[in-house]
């Protein structure tokens, strides 16, 4: 028979590493995207009678007694799943395709979003990595630039002085056209415009405050301020212009992404609609300073100061401390003479992060105002979870079990022992307790407390930190890390779904922090937790014992309730562990459940910082942190989405085929039989045989040899004698005595584990 030739493809596999026994060919539908093929030793046909389906042959070789090579030819009737065609050009050959919900879905799609899904024909080369331009490449660049960096130095020089004769005092005012010109503002785009000081003023007081400014002394340029020029900024107008000003003028230091400085402000003293004077520091809040007292302010941070800093912490994960130095550096880097507002900054960071939530959840429109705010509403919510009557379809709850199960709300759960807090003995007070990640501290731990004399007890022999770590404390600190609930599927963090833990990871903690974030939840819950085998005993005891009727899971209104074990982790766990396995469970697609882990990473870096804070400040500042990376995760889900379903779409098709080519070359019976384990597993995974499983046997050795002895004295009384001299039993006892000999010569040879040349 002649050999199949095999055609490139990105999922062709090398015929070394499969098996010699059985070998398989690509299955090939007309119509349909071509696969890559496997090594295969027998042939896949297409019936031209009929296109939904096609054949496959399996060749089975054996060595008769004499020497001669037997095989045996067996044919099967497979029909390609017709999900198959949805990316393709062409419509697949097949009318009845139960995937009309997803091929709807992707009608939308422009045909060049999906060309990358398609495998290469036969004679199309898979497409070679792009090389990168000589011309891009950075060091090429940096050779490019070298022949310039003369005149790039020259020009620096330029920028940084003036490229007028201004030593002789003679240049005019861009302004008034007078001469003496000596004043320039280095933060306005035409810095290299002179102006008098009259001029100056005129462009900055009122409209440009906070602009830096330098004057020619005779000799160089010397940085000056607006009030050393005499500015005054007048508040409470637009125009800058007041009727009733204040008499006095009030000296404020303000700080801006371009440095500190004082400023000379004359407070308004007008009276409003109202009847009643405007408070100075809303004067101040108005034009965009935030005031570090509501009493005689006399220290303000600008709003793109507070901004800024609140994205750098998000992305760089830039403590406070550091951004206040690098302002000093920009106001002078000498070191001398920079106002240290730190402390007040500190203050004002945690009011603006706290007046930037809520006006993000428009607490501000809502009739009731901040004080009215519930639990977790300012927390951002998965929009890919579902979440009834909001993307829901109508009609959901009576959904059939084949579609409902797609309703399934995903969570995983796990700790972080690295974001711990000193215990520094502050006066502590906390904004928004319970409105958004961190669920309400008082109510919490006084469950905590009431729960400390619980013991529990391990029956995994997993050592994961979460048993090892469970009664640990630290010395010194208030709290030993937090515990957090996720969504499983996105990754994104829930409402009220983390707290810190005083005494590891107990399961007072997290039994707390699951029941509240599914608080009111009706959908079937599954929930990834690395010691799920072990937490989800007496979970509904615990829940009916230690918490009120409010928390209660009503599990009469839901569906299912299951547990997994994260991938990662379920390799630790040992035998009679398949029914947590996200590799086994049925419906949860390909549900990971480390995601969790990628949320720590990038929260990390801010332990050092948040481990010196009051408890309070900490949440609000990981409240925060949370906020961004659920928003982060959001914008991103349409990139994310779109790409994740072409990539299951394309593995979908070939771990099918792979699945259905493997399956053809059993017996149609030894198949329907292990279908019949499987389905009998699903339904009961406790009272079933693990089809999963590993046999393993106990029989030792000495017993393999006696009963290999007893089998050959029968066989010997039956008249059947060996027809060498060494019967099949010794010959095995030789070898495997052989053997050890050979370990125990390998263990001579090696000192300390590592292999000696003079042995």
Known sequence: ???????????????????????????????????????????????????????????????????????????RRVAPHPAEGIFAKTPAPYSDVDDSDLAAVLEAFPSEDTQSNKEPSGDQQPAK??????????????????????????????????????????????????????????DCFTRDALYCKDCLLQRHQAQLPLHRVEEWDGDKFVRRTLRELGAIVQLGHKDGNCTTPSETIRRVVVADITGVQAVDVRFCDCVDVTGDFTREWTQLFRRGWFPATTNRPATAFTFTLLDTFQELNFQGKTNLYDFWKTIERLTDNSGSGVFNRYKQLSHVMRLWRHLTALK?????????????????????????????????????????????????????????????????????????????????????????????????????????????????????????????????????????????????????????????????????????????????????????????????????????????????????????????SLNFLPRVGRTYGEGIETQWGVLNPLALST??????????????????????????????????????????????????????????????????????????????????EEPHTSISYATAKKQLNEEEAIEALQGVFPAHDVTPGIFLQLGLEIEDQQYVYDSDLCQDGVPSMEN
């Not at 398989?24 to 496997?38: H, K, N, Y």
């Not at 990168?132 to 660049?141: F, G, H, T």
């Not at 020259?154 to 302004?175: M, Y």
């Open 1 to 75: 028979m002649q050999a199949n030739k095999k055609r490139p493809g990105p999922h062709a596999s090398s015929s070394k590493k499969g098996s010699k026994k059985s070998r398989f060919q690509t299955i090939q539908v007309p119509g349909l995207v071509p696969a890559a093929a496997a090594v295969s030793s027998g042939s896949t046909s297409v019936d031209s009678t009929a296109a939904r389906e096609v054949t496959v042959h399996n060749f089975n070789y054996s060595t008769a007694a004499d020497g001669r090579l037997n095989h045996r030819t067996t044919r």
């Open 129 to 186: 990595a792009k090389r990168v331009r000589a011309d891009l490449r950075s060091a090429n660049k940096v050779r490019e630039w070298l022949p310039f960096r003369d005149e790039f130095l020259d020009e620096l020089l330029l920028f940084e002085g003036c490229e007028d004769p201004i030593e002789d005092g003679g240049l005019a005012c861009t302004g008034c056209g007078e001469p003496g010109a000596t004043l320039r503002c280095i």
């Open 360 to 580: 993000r959840f428009a607490r501000g429109h809502d009739p009731t105002g901040p004080g009215g705010t519930k639990a977790g509403e300012l927390a951002l919510e998965c929009a890919a979870c579902p979440h009834p009557e909001k993307n829901l379809p109508q009609g959901w709850a009576d959904a059939p079990p084949d579609v409902k199960w797609l309703y399934t709300l995903f969570l995983m759960i796990d700790a972080n022992f690295r974001a711990r807090c000193k215990d520094r003995k502050l006066d502590d007070f906390e904004l928004a307790s319970g409105w958004s990640y961190y669920v309400e501290e008082t109510k919490y731990q006084a469950h905590v407390k009431a729960c400390a004399h619980r013991k529990e007890e391990n029956t995994c022999s997993a050592e994961h930190n979460a048993i090892t770590k469970a009664h640990l404390s630290r010395e010194g600190y208030i709290a030993s890390g937090i515990g957090a609930v996720l969504c499983a599927r996105h990754a994104l963090v829930r409402k009220n779904g983390t707290g810190d833990l005083q005494l590891g990871e107990r399961q007072a903690n997290m039994d707390y922090l699951v029941l509240s974030t599914v608080l009111g939840i009706l959908l079937s819950l599954l929930f990834s937790y690395d010691i799920a085998c072990q937490w989800y005993k007496h979970l509904f005891k615990r829940m009916l014992e230690d918490y009120p009727p409010e928390m209660h899971i009503d599990r009469s209104k839901i569906d299912e309730i299951r547990f997994a074990i994260p991938k990662k982790h379920f390799r630790v766990h040992g035998p009679n562990h398949s029914h947590f």
């Open 611 to 692: 481990r010196e804070m009051s408890p309070g400040m900490r949440h609000e500042v990981f409240n925060d942190h949370w906020g961004a990376w659920n928003w982060q995760k959001t914008i991103g889900f349409g990139d994310f989405l779109l790409h994740a379903l072409e990539v299951a779409h394309v593995m979908r098709i070939h771990q099918r085929r792979a699945f259905v080519e493997y399956s053809a070359t059993f017996e149609p019976a030894v198949v329907r039989q292990w279908e019949a384990m499987v389905q009998a597993w699903e339904r009961d995974p406790l009272n079933s045989a693990d089809p999963f």
